[in-house]
């Protein structure tokens, strides 16, 4: 079956800080989603991706479609102590593949 | 609040016992889905429904789980004969035909004693 790759697993940042991170699939997505989760929550959708190349933002969010549509990637600018998470890729169809997620630690 | 809703929010059970829990997805939405979330893991895929239609069933879906929908809105989702593996956080989402666009509820958490 499909397998997502997250990277980092994890990162501490500092307040004001860039964050990076990525995700890479065994085979290719036609979408890709990224949600973040807080403890004890359900996932939260942050950005929908349905074109190879796509840069889409959502405020601070950043997020783009790997050509290859092997990859995607995710990033926040100017980090905040409430970025604190677990943020997941996923993509596939109706049943999605998740990854196991990069958690984030914001330093104030 | 219009998003998707589960409850109960948690419950503890004794092994052998058998719950149910109940999910209400954004009322537009005719799709509803079931994952399986265990410690340090994404969410896993059990199961999803078209309507009242049940399309798809994971094989981590095992004879003692049975999810329904019989009226294309609320879903349910039971175990019987609990087992302690079955300790997780049980995810309910929904969204529109066609959409890949899934939004979760706040979950059900699960603990097998």
Known sequence: GQQLNQSPQSMFIQEGEDVSMNCTSSSIFNTWLWYKQDPGEGPVLLIALYKAGELTSNGRLTA???????????????????????????????????GKGTKLTVNP | DTGV???PRHKITKRGQNVTFRCDPISEHNRLYWYRQTLGQGPEFLTYFQNEAQLEKSR????????????????????QRTEQGDSAMYLCASSFPGSYEQYFGPGTRLTVT
């Open chain 2, 5 to 7: 809703s589960q409850n």
């Open chain 1, 64 to 98: 783009q479609f790997g050509i290859t549509r092997k990859d995607s990637f995710l990033n926040i600018s100017a980090s905040i102590p409430s970025d604190v998470g677990i943020y997941f890729c996923t993509g596939g169809s109706e049943k999605l593949v998740f």
């Open chain 2, 60 to 79: 981590l879906l095992s004879d003692r789980f049975s999810a329904e929908r019989p009226k294309g809105s609320f879903s349910t989702l039971e175990i």
